[in-house]
Protein backbone atom coordinates (compact mmCIF):
# COMPACT_ATOMS: atom_id res chain seq x y z
CA UNK A 1 0.00 0.00 0.00
CA UNK A 2 1.62 3.71 -0.92
CA UNK A 3 0.34 5.22 2.50
CA UNK A 4 -1.69 8.69 1.36
CA UNK A 5 -2.98 10.97 4.17
CA UNK A 6 -5.69 14.04 4.73
CA UNK A 7 -3.59 17.18 4.27
CA UNK A 8 -5.48 18.41 7.58
CA UNK A 9 -2.96 15.57 9.45
CA UNK A 10 0.24 16.49 7.42
CA UNK A 11 1.13 18.92 10.14
CA UNK A 12 0.17 17.08 13.56
CA UNK A 13 2.49 16.31 16.24
CA UNK A 14 2.58 13.34 18.12
CA UNK A 15 2.23 14.22 22.01
CA UNK A 16 6.14 15.41 23.00
CA UNK A 17 5.01 14.47 26.34
CA UNK A 18 3.81 11.37 25.59
CA UNK A 19 7.42 10.28 24.26
CA UNK A 20 9.45 11.68 26.98
CA UNK A 21 7.21 9.93 29.62
CA UNK A 22 8.70 6.40 27.61
CA UNK A 23 12.19 7.32 28.61
CA UNK A 24 11.17 8.52 32.57
CA UNK A 25 9.42 5.52 33.45
CA UNK A 26 12.20 3.49 34.48
CA UNK A 27 12.14 3.25 38.59
CA UNK A 28 15.26 4.62 39.21
CA UNK A 29 14.17 8.11 37.62
CA UNK A 30 12.42 10.31 39.89
CA UNK A 31 9.95 12.28 37.06
CA UNK A 32 8.24 15.26 37.78
CA UNK A 33 7.35 14.99 34.13
CA UNK A 34 4.04 13.29 34.20
CA UNK A 35 1.16 15.50 34.02
CA UNK A 36 -0.83 12.43 35.80
CA UNK A 37 -2.89 12.64 39.19
CA UNK A 38 -1.49 11.16 42.13
CA UNK A 39 -3.40 7.50 42.54
CA UNK A 40 -3.48 7.53 46.01
CA UNK A 41 -6.58 9.32 45.96
CA UNK A 42 -8.58 7.07 43.15
CA UNK A 43 -11.53 5.90 44.98
CA UNK A 44 -11.52 2.15 43.87
CA UNK A 45 -13.93 0.72 46.65
CA UNK A 46 -15.80 3.23 46.40
CA UNK A 47 -16.53 3.16 42.59
CA UNK A 48 -17.18 -0.74 42.78
CA UNK A 49 -19.56 -0.12 45.59
CA UNK A 50 -21.17 2.37 43.11
CA UNK A 51 -20.46 -0.24 40.12
CA UNK A 52 -22.18 -3.15 41.72
CA UNK A 53 -25.08 -0.63 42.67
CA UNK A 54 -25.73 0.56 39.11
CA UNK A 55 -25.97 -3.02 37.91
CA UNK A 56 -28.27 -4.31 40.75
CA UNK A 57 -30.33 -1.12 40.67
CA UNK A 58 -30.78 -0.70 36.88
CA UNK A 59 -30.20 -4.18 35.09
CA UNK A 60 -29.92 -3.99 31.70
CA UNK A 61 -31.35 -0.12 32.17
CA UNK A 62 -27.53 0.38 32.83
CA UNK A 63 -26.25 -0.86 29.35
CA UNK A 64 -28.31 0.59 26.65
CA UNK A 65 -27.84 3.68 24.15
CA UNK A 66 -28.50 6.58 25.88
CA UNK A 67 -28.81 10.44 25.37
CA UNK A 68 -25.82 12.19 22.84
CA UNK A 69 -26.17 15.62 25.77
CA UNK A 70 -24.90 13.17 28.26
CA UNK A 71 -27.12 11.67 32.00
CA UNK A 72 -29.15 14.01 32.72
CA UNK A 73 -28.79 13.42 36.96
CA UNK A 74 -24.87 13.85 36.29
CA UNK A 75 -25.72 17.14 33.87
CA UNK A 76 -28.06 18.63 36.91
CA UNK A 77 -25.66 17.52 39.45
CA UNK A 78 -23.07 19.82 37.54
CA UNK A 79 -25.20 22.52 37.37
CA UNK A 80 -26.21 22.44 40.83
CA UNK A 81 -22.35 22.46 41.85
CA UNK A 82 -21.81 25.79 39.38
CA UNK A 83 -24.79 27.40 41.68
CA UNK A 84 -23.48 26.26 45.22
CA UNK A 85 -19.37 27.36 43.94
CA UNK A 86 -20.16 30.35 41.93
CA UNK A 87 -24.51 31.57 42.07
CA UNK A 88 -24.26 30.36 38.40
CA UNK A 89 -27.02 29.75 37.40
CA UNK A 90 -26.73 27.37 34.84
CA UNK A 91 -29.35 25.30 33.23
CA UNK A 92 -28.91 21.61 32.87
CA UNK A 93 -29.11 21.71 29.30
CA UNK A 94 -26.69 23.85 28.62
CA UNK A 95 -24.16 20.96 29.81
CA UNK A 96 -22.87 18.31 27.24
CA UNK A 97 -21.00 15.31 28.71
CA UNK A 98 -17.87 14.77 26.72
CA UNK A 99 -15.28 11.85 26.20
CA UNK A 100 -12.80 13.79 29.21
CA UNK A 101 -12.89 17.54 28.36
CA UNK A 102 -9.78 16.64 25.43
CA UNK A 103 -13.09 15.61 23.80
CA UNK A 104 -14.59 18.90 23.93
CA UNK A 105 -11.63 20.49 22.44
CA UNK A 106 -12.19 18.19 19.11
CA UNK A 107 -15.72 19.07 19.22
CA UNK A 108 -15.03 22.82 19.04
CA UNK A 109 -12.74 22.87 16.85
CA UNK A 110 -14.96 21.17 14.30
CA UNK A 111 -17.45 23.17 14.80
CA UNK A 112 -15.70 26.74 14.91
CA UNK A 113 -12.57 26.68 13.35
CA UNK A 114 -11.88 26.68 9.41
CA UNK A 115 -8.57 26.59 8.29
CA UNK A 116 -5.95 29.80 7.88
CA UNK A 117 -8.85 31.74 11.01
CA UNK A 118 -6.67 33.12 13.78
CA UNK A 119 -7.00 31.21 17.24
CA UNK A 120 -5.68 33.33 20.01
CA UNK A 121 -4.02 30.85 22.86
CA UNK A 122 -2.25 31.74 25.92
CA UNK A 123 1.61 31.29 25.84
CA UNK A 124 2.53 28.80 26.86
CA UNK A 125 -0.31 26.96 26.29
CA UNK A 126 -2.02 23.00 27.29
CA UNK A 127 -0.22 21.21 24.32
CA UNK A 128 -3.22 19.17 24.22
CA UNK A 129 -5.53 21.70 23.41
CA UNK A 130 -2.38 22.69 20.83
CA UNK A 131 -2.85 19.52 19.22
CA UNK A 132 -6.29 18.82 19.14
CA UNK A 133 -6.89 22.15 17.67
CA UNK A 134 -4.28 21.77 15.00
CA UNK A 135 -6.17 19.39 13.07
CA UNK A 136 -8.62 22.38 12.51
CA UNK A 137 -5.38 23.86 10.69
CA UNK A 138 -5.75 27.51 12.91
CA UNK A 139 -3.17 30.08 12.74
CA UNK A 140 -2.01 30.25 16.11
CA UNK A 141 -1.58 33.77 17.81
CA UNK A 142 0.51 33.22 21.22
CA UNK A 143 -0.76 36.08 23.71
CA UNK A 144 1.59 35.74 27.31
CA UNK A 145 0.58 34.31 30.23
CA UNK A 146 1.82 36.94 33.06
CA UNK A 147 1.89 35.94 36.67
CA UNK A 148 -1.95 37.93 36.94
CA UNK A 149 -3.22 35.98 33.67
CA UNK A 150 -3.19 37.15 29.79
CA UNK A 151 -1.28 39.62 28.91
CA UNK A 152 -3.76 42.57 27.70
CA UNK A 153 -0.97 44.53 25.39
CA UNK A 154 -0.58 41.58 23.45
CA UNK A 155 -4.34 40.77 23.40
CA UNK A 156 -5.42 44.13 22.23
CA UNK A 157 -2.81 44.34 19.86
CA UNK A 158 -4.47 40.98 18.30
CA UNK A 159 -7.91 42.19 18.61
CA UNK A 160 -7.02 45.35 16.90
CA UNK A 161 -6.84 44.11 13.34
CA UNK A 162 -9.87 43.82 11.33
CA UNK A 163 -9.34 39.95 10.64
CA UNK A 164 -8.56 39.21 14.38
CA UNK A 165 -9.62 35.75 16.05
CA UNK A 166 -12.96 34.97 16.89
CA UNK A 167 -11.86 32.30 19.14
CA UNK A 168 -9.33 32.69 22.26
CA UNK A 169 -8.47 29.40 24.28
CA UNK A 170 -7.12 29.77 27.83
CA UNK A 171 -6.68 27.90 31.27
CA UNK A 172 -7.87 30.27 34.32
CA UNK A 173 -6.75 28.16 37.23
CA UNK A 174 -3.46 26.76 37.72
CA UNK A 175 -2.56 26.37 34.39
CA UNK A 176 -1.04 23.68 32.68
CA UNK A 177 1.88 24.22 32.27
CA UNK A 178 2.52 26.77 34.59
CA UNK A 179 0.27 26.91 37.23
CA UNK A 180 -0.44 30.43 36.33
CA UNK A 181 -3.95 31.86 37.28
CA UNK A 182 -5.97 34.83 35.99
CA UNK A 183 -6.95 37.46 38.62
CA UNK A 184 -10.03 38.73 39.10
CA UNK A 185 -9.10 41.88 37.64
CA UNK A 186 -7.99 40.16 34.55
CA UNK A 187 -10.81 37.79 34.34
CA UNK A 188 -12.71 40.95 34.01
CA UNK A 189 -10.82 42.98 31.74
CA UNK A 190 -10.83 39.48 29.25
CA UNK A 191 -14.48 39.53 29.58
CA UNK A 192 -15.03 42.99 28.46
CA UNK A 193 -12.66 42.22 25.24
CA UNK A 194 -14.40 39.16 24.59
CA UNK A 195 -18.22 40.81 24.62
CA UNK A 196 -16.63 43.92 22.75
CA UNK A 197 -15.16 41.98 20.05
CA UNK A 198 -17.61 39.52 19.98
CA UNK A 199 -15.02 36.37 20.32
CA UNK A 200 -15.33 33.28 21.65
CA UNK A 201 -13.40 31.92 24.86
CA UNK A 202 -12.79 28.23 25.53
CA UNK A 203 -12.25 28.26 29.15
CA UNK A 204 -10.61 25.65 30.52
CA UNK A 205 -10.96 24.54 33.95
CA UNK A 206 -9.92 21.02 34.79
CA UNK A 207 -7.96 21.80 37.75
CA UNK A 208 -9.83 25.32 39.19
CA UNK A 209 -11.08 22.90 42.17
CA UNK A 210 -7.35 21.62 43.28
CA UNK A 211 -6.99 25.31 45.16
CA UNK A 212 -4.63 25.35 48.02
CA UNK A 213 -4.10 28.65 48.65
CA UNK A 214 -6.06 32.10 48.14
CA UNK A 215 -9.39 32.45 47.52
CA UNK A 216 -12.00 30.70 44.68
CA UNK A 217 -12.33 33.20 41.63
CA UNK A 218 -15.50 33.30 39.20
CA UNK A 219 -15.02 31.91 35.96
CA UNK A 220 -14.74 33.91 33.30
CA UNK A 221 -18.30 32.27 31.89
CA UNK A 222 -19.42 33.71 34.73
CA UNK A 223 -19.31 37.21 33.87
CA UNK A 224 -19.57 37.00 29.74
CA UNK A 225 -21.86 33.74 29.83
CA UNK A 226 -22.85 34.09 25.98
CA UNK A 227 -19.00 34.64 25.51
CA UNK A 228 -17.71 31.54 26.95
CA UNK A 229 -17.71 27.24 26.34
CA UNK A 230 -16.33 26.70 30.46
CA UNK A 231 -14.98 23.20 29.82
CA UNK A 232 -14.58 20.62 33.27
CA UNK A 233 -13.48 17.59 34.04
CA UNK A 234 -13.41 14.78 36.44
CA UNK A 235 -10.05 13.40 35.60
CA UNK A 236 -8.44 15.40 39.10
CA UNK A 237 -11.10 14.91 40.57
CA UNK A 238 -12.03 11.70 40.97
CA UNK A 239 -10.81 9.13 38.00
CA UNK A 240 -8.85 10.32 34.57
CA UNK A 241 -9.58 6.76 32.98
CA UNK A 242 -13.19 7.27 32.81
CA UNK A 243 -12.75 9.78 30.21
CA UNK A 244 -15.54 11.96 32.12
CA UNK A 245 -15.65 15.73 31.09
CA UNK A 246 -18.00 18.41 30.38
CA UNK A 247 -18.52 21.84 29.03
CA UNK A 248 -21.06 24.26 29.71
CA UNK A 249 -22.05 26.00 26.10
CA UNK A 250 -23.94 28.95 25.67
CA UNK A 251 -27.59 28.49 23.79
CA UNK A 252 -26.52 29.58 20.47
CA UNK A 253 -23.44 26.65 19.86
CA UNK A 254 -25.41 23.66 22.13
CA UNK A 255 -27.37 22.19 18.91
CA UNK A 256 -24.69 22.28 16.32
CA UNK A 257 -22.20 20.52 19.43
CA UNK A 258 -24.27 18.30 20.18
CA UNK A 259 -25.03 17.18 16.36
CA UNK A 260 -20.57 17.07 16.20
CA UNK A 261 -21.04 14.60 19.47
CA UNK A 262 -23.44 12.39 18.01
CA UNK A 263 -21.48 12.30 14.58
CA UNK A 264 -17.98 11.75 16.59
CA UNK A 265 -19.24 8.72 18.90
CA UNK A 266 -22.98 9.10 19.68
CA UNK A 267 -22.71 9.29 23.38
CA UNK A 268 -20.41 9.40 26.22
CA UNK A 269 -20.08 5.71 27.98
CA UNK A 270 -23.10 5.58 29.64
CA UNK A 271 -22.37 2.94 32.31
CA UNK A 272 -19.22 5.04 33.32
CA UNK A 273 -21.26 7.91 33.99
CA UNK A 274 -24.03 6.55 35.61
CA UNK A 275 -21.38 5.07 37.98
CA UNK A 276 -19.76 8.23 38.91
CA UNK A 277 -22.87 9.57 39.36
CA UNK A 278 -24.27 7.02 41.56
CA UNK A 279 -20.36 7.66 43.58
CA UNK A 280 -21.12 11.44 43.76
CA UNK A 281 -24.61 10.27 45.43
CA UNK A 282 -22.80 8.11 48.06
CA UNK A 283 -20.21 9.80 48.72
CA UNK A 284 -19.00 13.48 49.32
CA UNK A 285 -17.19 15.07 46.72
CA UNK A 286 -15.86 18.14 48.69
CA UNK A 287 -14.61 16.15 51.07
CA UNK A 288 -12.20 14.16 48.89
CA UNK A 289 -10.82 16.86 47.07
CA UNK A 290 -10.07 18.44 50.31
CA UNK A 291 -7.74 15.17 50.52
CA UNK A 292 -6.37 15.84 47.57
CA UNK A 293 -5.48 19.57 47.84
CA UNK A 294 -4.40 19.59 51.34
CA UNK A 295 -1.44 16.94 50.13
CA UNK A 296 -0.78 18.86 46.71
CA UNK A 297 -0.57 22.17 48.71
CA UNK A 298 2.06 20.23 51.05
CA UNK A 299 3.91 19.06 48.18
CA UNK A 300 3.99 22.02 45.89
CA UNK A 301 5.64 24.06 49.46
CA UNK A 302 8.21 21.15 49.28
CA UNK A 303 9.09 21.44 45.61
CA UNK A 304 9.19 25.26 46.26
CA UNK A 305 11.71 24.82 49.53
CA UNK A 306 13.87 22.00 47.67
CA UNK A 307 14.27 24.43 44.82
CA UNK A 308 15.10 27.24 47.09
CA UNK A 309 17.81 25.27 48.93
CA UNK A 310 19.29 23.27 45.27
CA UNK A 311 18.34 25.20 42.69
CA UNK A 312 19.38 29.20 43.94
CA UNK A 313 18.73 31.85 42.05
CA UNK A 314 16.41 29.92 39.36
CA UNK A 315 13.29 32.00 39.22
CA UNK A 316 9.59 29.43 39.17
CA UNK A 317 6.35 30.20 39.67
CA UNK A 318 4.06 29.84 42.76
CA UNK A 319 0.82 28.24 41.75
CA UNK A 320 -1.87 28.42 44.53
CA UNK A 321 -3.70 25.25 43.66
CA UNK A 322 -3.53 22.52 40.30
CA UNK A 323 -0.29 20.47 39.98
CA UNK A 324 2.30 21.83 38.08
CA UNK A 325 5.06 24.95 38.28
CA UNK A 326 6.92 26.70 36.04
CA UNK A 327 11.09 27.05 36.01
CA UNK A 328 12.63 29.81 34.21
CA UNK A 329 16.22 28.84 33.45
CA UNK A 330 19.04 31.33 32.64
CA UNK A 331 18.43 32.66 29.26
CA UNK A 332 21.44 30.49 27.56
CA UNK A 333 20.27 27.19 29.13
CA UNK A 334 18.69 24.97 26.89
CA UNK A 335 15.73 22.86 28.73
CA UNK A 336 15.68 19.98 26.21
CA UNK A 337 20.09 19.76 26.91
CA UNK A 338 19.06 20.08 30.47
CA UNK A 339 16.56 17.71 30.23
CA UNK A 340 19.23 14.95 28.42
CA UNK A 341 21.52 15.74 30.93
CA UNK A 342 19.22 15.33 33.72
CA UNK A 343 18.01 11.93 32.64
CA UNK A 344 21.29 10.25 33.29
CA UNK A 345 21.01 11.77 37.16
CA UNK A 346 17.75 10.11 36.80
CA UNK A 347 15.31 12.99 37.62
CA UNK A 348 12.62 13.93 34.52
CA UNK A 349 11.03 16.99 33.62
CA UNK A 350 9.14 18.57 30.78
CA UNK A 351 11.63 20.92 28.72
CA UNK A 352 8.84 23.72 27.98
CA UNK A 353 9.68 24.70 24.49
CA UNK A 354 6.55 22.38 23.04
CA UNK A 355 4.14 24.82 24.90
CA UNK A 356 5.09 27.41 22.57
CA UNK A 357 3.53 28.66 18.97
CA UNK A 358 6.49 31.05 18.40
CA UNK A 359 8.90 28.01 19.29
CA UNK A 360 11.93 30.14 20.37
CA UNK A 361 12.22 29.97 24.13
CA UNK A 362 13.92 27.41 25.46
CA UNK A 363 14.62 28.13 28.80
CA UNK A 364 11.93 26.82 30.41
CA UNK A 365 10.43 23.37 32.14
CA UNK A 366 7.52 22.07 33.44
CA UNK A 367 7.75 19.86 36.84
CA UNK A 368 4.58 18.17 38.25
CA UNK A 369 4.66 17.90 42.17
CA UNK A 370 1.07 15.93 42.07
CA UNK A 371 2.90 12.42 41.71
CA UNK A 372 6.15 12.20 44.38
CA UNK A 373 6.06 12.67 47.85
CA UNK A 374 7.75 15.20 49.99
CA UNK A 375 10.90 13.09 50.77
CA UNK A 376 11.47 12.07 46.82
CA UNK A 377 10.67 16.13 45.69
CA UNK A 378 13.65 16.78 47.82
CA UNK A 379 15.66 13.93 46.37
CA UNK A 380 14.62 14.89 42.58
CA UNK A 381 15.26 18.64 43.20
CA UNK A 382 18.57 18.48 44.83
CA UNK A 383 19.35 15.83 41.38
CA UNK A 384 18.25 18.53 39.44
CA UNK A 385 20.28 21.35 41.06
CA UNK A 386 23.56 19.10 40.29
CA UNK A 387 22.82 19.40 36.71
CA UNK A 388 21.62 23.05 36.44
CA UNK A 389 25.52 23.54 38.13
CA UNK A 390 26.73 21.25 35.39
CA UNK A 391 25.65 23.87 32.84
CA UNK A 392 25.69 26.99 34.43
N1 LIG B 1 -7.14 20.64 29.67
C1 LIG B 1 -6.02 20.74 30.38
C2 LIG B 1 -5.46 22.07 30.68
C3 LIG B 1 -5.40 19.58 30.86
O1 LIG B 1 -4.27 19.68 31.56
C4 LIG B 1 -5.98 18.31 30.57
C5 LIG B 1 -5.36 17.02 31.06
N2 LIG B 1 -4.00 16.94 31.05
C6 LIG B 1 -7.14 18.28 29.82
C7 LIG B 1 -7.71 19.46 29.39
C8 LIG B 1 -7.80 16.99 29.42
O2 LIG B 1 -8.39 16.37 30.50
P1 LIG B 1 -9.45 15.23 30.38
O3 LIG B 1 -9.66 14.93 28.91
O4 LIG B 1 -8.89 14.08 31.11
O5 LIG B 1 -10.69 15.76 31.00
Redesign the pocket.
Known amino acids: MQPFFAQRFAKVEPSFIREILKVAVNPEVISFAG ?1 LPNPAFFPNEELAVASARVLQNKGNGALQYSATEGFAPLREYIAERYFQQHGMRVSPDNILITN ?4 ALDLLGKVLVNEGDNLIIEEPG ?1 L ?2 IQALSVYQPNFQGVALNDDGLDLNELDALLAQPDHARLLYG ?1 TNFQ ?1 PTGLSYSRENRQAVADRLIKHNVLMIE ?1 N ?1 YGELRFEGEHLPPIAKLAPENVVLMG ?1 F ?1 KVVV ?1 SF ?1 L ?1 WMLVPDWLRQKVTIAKQAADLHTNGFVQQVLHAYLQENNLDDHIDRIRTVYGRQKIAMEQALLKHCPGIDFTRPEGGMFLWLKLPQHIDAMALFNLAIKENVAFVPGQPFYVRPDILNTARLSYAGADEATIEEGISRLGRVIRQVL
Not at 100 to 103: A, E, K, V
Open positions: GGSQQYGAVNDPSSPRG
